[in-house]
């Protein structure tokens, strides 16, 4: 239950909220382009996205994209009331300040990851950062676009000076990525790895139901049709060039039965996998 609630605007849009919660509590986040910054200034929380569940004691933060949906934070079975500082990352803001180029906390890292939150532990400059938050609270006639574009790029830099910054980065670049990129990231540079769906999901921070929903809508075709008729353009194709074995291709490219592979090929091509290699040397 919510029993105090202060917000601060910048542009028109929540940048800074300041909520006091009486147990019990929950609240799931909506689907969103934006980014938040919780601070657990009283209190304790748990975050909860799909399967993952994570404690946040007072004076930890938490860094999340509201990208996909499925996340939610609720209280512990702490029976004290819960204070939490919110700052909002919206991207047309961030492209609004930084009108030349965004800083490099905001560009992709090129790291292969669909992590869509982090755990802050205890940083001394970010809890006097907070502390400055609210002395605006409490007086709010202080406050003015200015000061407020001051705050929220000391809070990026901040985040980017903390020992989690690598995965800050890949969580605040996701706001001026697609969602998209980076699911396609994560197919690719697995495609012909020796792992199932529910692995794919994982590494998507997906539950299953929601990566198969995902994949559908991206490549229009099931996960393991696309994932195994690729495995088998790619082993065509190495077929053709490569004096591999037959039996390392097919294990190269995901397949790790032979027989499996040697009728999927055939289902495919109509002809088996030996007899395919033949008919390119003739040629």
Not at 25 to 39: M, N, R
Not at 201 to 219: H, M, P, T, V
């Amino acid at each position: 239950m919510v029993i105090d609630y202060k917000k601060i605007d910048l542009f028109g849009k929540q940048f800074i909220q300041k909520v006091v919660l009486l147990p019990p509590f929950d609240f799931t986040f909506p689907v969103a382009e934006q980014a938040c910054f919780l601070y657990m200034l009283e209190g304790e929380m748990q975050y909860q996205s799909n399967d993952h569940h994570v404690d946040i004691p007072t004076k930890h933060s938490l860094l999340l994209n509201c990208i996909n949906s499925g996340k939610e934070i609720h209280e512990t079975r702490s029976i004290e009331k819960g204070e939490i500082v919110i700052v909002t990352f919206h991207p047309d803001i961030l492209k609004r300040i930084y009108d030349k180029e965004l800083p490099p906390i905001f560009q992709s890292n090129n790291k292969v990851s669909n992590q869509s939150s982090e755990k802050i532990n205890n940083d001394f400059l970010i809890q006097k950062y907070i502390e400055g938050l609210l002395f605006y609270f409490d007086n709010p006639s202080l406050v003015n676009d200015e000061i407020l574009i001051l705050k929220l790029k000391e809070i990026i830099l901040l985040l980017s000076q903390t020992q989690n910054a690598e995965t800050v980065q890949v969580i605040l670049s996701q706001l001026f990525s697609p969602i998209t990129y980076f699911f396609k990231q994560i197919i690719e540079a697995n495609l012909f790895s020796q792992i199932g769906i529910e692995e794919l999901a994982n590494k998507a921070n997906l539950s299953l139901s929601s990566f198969k929903r995902e994949f559908k809508k991206i490549y229009k075709d099931s996960p393991a049709n696309y994932i195994k008729n690729k495995r088998l353009e790619r082993a065509a194709e190495l077929l053709s060039i490569s004096n591999e074995r037959i039996t390392s291709i097919a294990f190269d490219c995901g397949f790790n039965d032979l027989a499996n592979f040697t009728k999927s090929f055939h289902h495919k091509y109509g002809i088996t996998p030996t007899n395919f290699r033949l008919t390119r040397i003739s040629k």
